[in-house]
């Protein structure tokens, strides 16, 4: 457990499966690309509550509250905000912290949602897996402002998995890990708060019709849209104006101090260059004896907490003896169920590059097949977690998943420090 309450690996990924029902799931899925190109929105806890829904985003909201968030609040929470990303093949998320984005730029005030949620609706086990969301043990410190530590030494690895869903404590920094899959990458985030943040307001009716949203008497007919209402699209089913973003440290000081990031030791911007061993060359070595993995789940008596001082009180209110209001559900949205997070360590290995993949292997976890891992929850003490970058992914095509790998902590920096010394002599040689 953290200073601040935070119990590894429980708080860092609480994984269910078959979240909603699969009628609801494609209809999500049919629009969510006109979604993503529209503002974060805004549901009330009565709304969520009591199902006053106009859309079946919310109506999922709802279904997700009643079957596995509802014992997870604090009594006096205030509502769920929520959004879609749709990514293109491959492509990652920069670390981050969720965050009233109106305080932090008016008021430079970090304000945190009490829980982050991820509710993916696309990925598979059978063919190729989407890059994993990665949580990381890395929190802002407003005494400091930055995020804290430096060098984060535990990662949850959540594989999306259609109609998987992970919930996570709303204080931990947190990215999208890249792949080598050429499926695009589809999720709905919603984050619990106990205030409302400023600036996030409900659907509006204009944007429901625009898009021609489906309501929950309606998702099961998909509403034929018309070419006005059609999401511009970059040519391959994906909005235009899709930013994407690299897995990398933030850009410029002004974000320095509320991202977080993995290492002190890349450059704005930059990947990391260790060499990462290619796989199909790689020799049985030290770890060929698996090691067991320990097995971790939320516990349903204890839930996550959030580190807001004005949220204080929320933060002693979450476990499961409050009173809490719960829709009486039909039998088909009762259906999720939490799955075990195995959770390994890499703390003590041989002080060498070594990729994810390759992590998961040595503990006999699986990424493809009938097996495969859904979240693995990681201890790297010593070891920074760096994207690959593409030269790495070229060298490993066809043999690599998750392009990610390990790297001892100091190793990029001492690099960068080499390199930066031959050129400093290179040009006094001149």
């Known amino acids: 457990m953290t200073e601040s309450g935070i119990k590894w690996p429980h708080d860092f990924a609480a994984v269910f499966r078959h979240a909603i029902p699969d009628q609801m799931l494609d209809t999500l899925c049919r629009e969510a690309s006109a979604i993503a190109e529209c ?5 009330t806890k009565e709304g969520v509550q009591n199902r006053l829904t106009q859309t079946v985003w919310e109506e999922v909201i709802s ?40 305080a932090m730029k008016e008021k430079h005030q970090m304000i945190q949602p009490v829980l982050s949620s991820v509710l993916y609706l696309t990925g598979d086990c059978a063919t190729e897996r989407l ?28 594989f999306p998995c259609r109609n998987n869903y992970v919930l996570f404590d709303g204080r931990l920094g947190h990215g999208v890990l890249g792949s080598s899959s050429k499926k695009p990458r589809m999720t709905m985030l919603i984050n619990w708060w106990a205030e409302k943040p400023q600036d996030v307001n409900a659907i509006p009716a204009e944007v429901i019709k625009q898009h021609s949203l489906s309501s929950c008497a309606t998702a099961s007919h998909p509403h034929e849209s018309s070419s006005n ?46 060499e990462v061993p290619n796989r199909r060359d790689q020799s049985q070595d030290s770890h060929q004896d698996k090691p067991e993995a320990e097995g971790a789940v939320l516990q349903s008596d204890g839930g996550v907490k959030t580190g807001a001082e004005d949220q204080e009180e929320a933060h002693q209110q979450l476990s499961s ?45 699986q990424l493809i097949g009938s097996s495969a891992v859904h979240a693995v929850a990681i201890d790297h003490n010593g070891f920074d977690l760096f994207p690959l970058d593409e030269e790495n992914l070229e060298a490993n095509a066809g043999s690599i998943v998750t392009a990610a790998a390990f790297i001892p902590v100091g190793l990029v920096s001492d690099q960068s420090d080499s390199e930066s010394q031959d050129s400093t002599c290179s040009e006094v040689g001149q």
């Open 131 to 158: 890059g994993p969301t990665a949580v990381i043990d890395q929190q802002f410190d407003a005494e400091q402002g930055k995020a804290v530590p430096d060098s984060p030494g535990r990662t949850a690895l959540i």
């Open 63 to 102: 279904s997700i509250h009643d079957s596995i968030v509802c014992n997870k609040l604090p009594k006096s929470w205030a509502g769920a905000e929520w959004w879609v990303q749709v990514y293109e093949p491959g492509k990652g998320l920069a670390f981050h912290f969720d965050k009233d984005e109106h």
């Open 321 to 365: 003896d409050q009173a809490c209001h719960v829709t009486q559900l039909p039998e088909s949205d009762a259906k999720a169920e939490q799955v075990q997070v195995p959770a390994i360590s890499i703390a003590g290995w041989d002080e060498s590059p070594v990729s994810v993949d390759d992590v998961l292997e040595t503990y006999g976890l």
């Open 39 to 43: 503002d974060n929105f805004w549901t």
């Open 229 to 274: 209402s059609k999401p511009a699209s970059s040519g391959n089913g994906l909005p235009s104006d899709l930013q994407q973003l690299d897995l990398a440290p933030p850009l410029g000081n002004d974000t320095k101090s509320v991202s977080p990031h993995t290492s002190q030791a890349v450059e704005p911007g930059r990947h990391a260059t260790a």
